[in-house]
């Protein structure tokens, strides 16, 4: 819902220019990625399971579920993958449910409010970790 849903918060720019910048900021870092979007929980977990043994790291924007998910962090914690968390808008500075973040349990560090730049940093963190 990407360039739908208030984009007074998230702005015009739908999920293809998301993807689209993502893929070209990847391309520049010389980084593959793999992008995918699930709107339901278990999805997203299974996806994550899958990464064990054959991504390096995991970009996550978990959107509701990251407040919500216990799920997920589990799956996170299962793969042992370095993950970097990523967020179009500052949630800290939103309603207060916001706040909270199961994702951050686990993630190495937390991108948020930065728009779509915030996936480029999140690349780019992974690119240099060492």
């Known amino acids: 819902m990407l360039g739908i849903r208030e984009p007074d918060l998230y702005g015009r720019q739908d999920f293809r220019a998301l993807c689209s910048y993502i893929r070209r900021s990847a391309r520049e870092l010389g980084v593959k990625v793999t992008l995918c979007q699930y709107n339901h929980e278990g999805s997203i977990v299974t996806r994550i399971q899958r990464a064990l043994g054959r991504y390096d ?57 930065h728009g779509f730049s915030g996936y480029r940093e999140a690349l780019e963190y992974l690119a240099n970790r060492k």
Do not use: C, M, Q
């Open 57 to 113: 790291g995991i970009v996550i924007n978990a959107g509701a579920y990251t407040h919500t998910s216990v799920a997920i962090l589990d799956a996170l914690k299962a793969v042992s993958l370095p993950t970097v968390e990523v967020h179009l808008t500052d949630i800290a500075e939103r309603e207060s449910f916001r706040r909270l973040s199961y994702v951050s349990l686990y993630a190495e560090r937390l991108i948020k409010g």
